[in-house]
């Protein structure tokens, strides 16, 4: 099962664009990258997941490698809200058995 | 409504009582969840169950207990409640044959053990 590793803390300038890293060198070929937010003690919300190519949506964008070694997780113009944790998860798209592991994430503060 | 729903929100009990925390959800998902997030760290995942009939231990499992009522409905026991058993908790759900969204979490219990 593929592994990932982020840093431990981030910060970044209110409009500002946030970039989040993510280890993933063991990754296969038929396991998606997920990411995940955490705001203070709820419970993980789903932001964006991809294979290969990057993706886009209303919260985020996701850049992938093209070997697929590493991701990154871009909130395009963060806003005080967007402080959280950040997991970065790898897994099989469907199926099967395999329970991704959400390790300490990435803390993202956002400041003024 | 929320998709998965967690009761009670906060709960504070004594060592050695039991006590269940309790699940639910509204999304038709087969696979519950039940993960534990000590401060600092990551979440831990306790139990899960991929159907009715079908119950795993996680990672951390001695202590606790899980009951699958119903699709809709899993349970998690602390038999003898510890103070170490103090930290939030949260339930999730997944759909494997879905489209890709990962899991859905539920807002957490609080539980403190004194």
């Known amino acids: 099962d593929a592994k990932t590793t982020q840093p431990t803390s981030m910060d970044c300038a209110e409009g500002r664009a946030a970039n989040l890293p993510c280890n993933h060198s063991?990754?296969?070929?038929?396991?998606?990258v997920y990411w995940y937010r955490q705001i203070h003690s709820q419970g993980p919300q789903y932001i964006i997941h991809g294979l290969k190519n990057n993706e886009t949506n209303e919260m985020a964008s996701l850049i992938i490698t093209e070997d697929r070694k590493s991701s990154t997780l871009i909130l395009p113009h963060a806003t005080l809200r967007d402080t959280a944790v950040y997991y970065c998860i790898v897994r099989v798209a469907s199926g099967g058995s395999y329970i991704p592991t959400f390790g300490r994430g990435t803390s993202l503060i956002v400041h003024p | 409504d929320a998709d998965v729903t967690q009761t009670p929100r906060n709960r504070i009990t004594k060592t050695g009582k039991r006590i269940m925390l309790e699940c639910s959800q509204t999304k038709g998902h087969d696979r519950m969840y039940w993960y534990r997030q000590d401060p600092g760290l990551g979440l831990r995942l306790i139990y899960y169950?991929?159907?009715?009939?079908?119950?795993n231990k996680g990672e951390i499992s001695d202590g606790y207990s899980v009951s699958r009522q119903a699709q809709a409905k899993f349970s998690l026991s602390l038999e003898s409640a510890i103070p170490n058993q103090t930290a939030l908790y949260f339930c999730?759900?997944?759909?494997?044959?879905?489209?890709?969204?990962?899991?859905?979490f539920g807002s957490g219990t609080r539980l403190t053990v004194v």
């Open positions: 169950s991929f159907d009715v009939k079908d119950i």
């Open positions: 999730a759900t997944s759909d494997p044959t879905g489209t890709n969204y990962g899991y859905t």
């Open positions: 063991t990754i296969s070929g038929n396991e998606y």
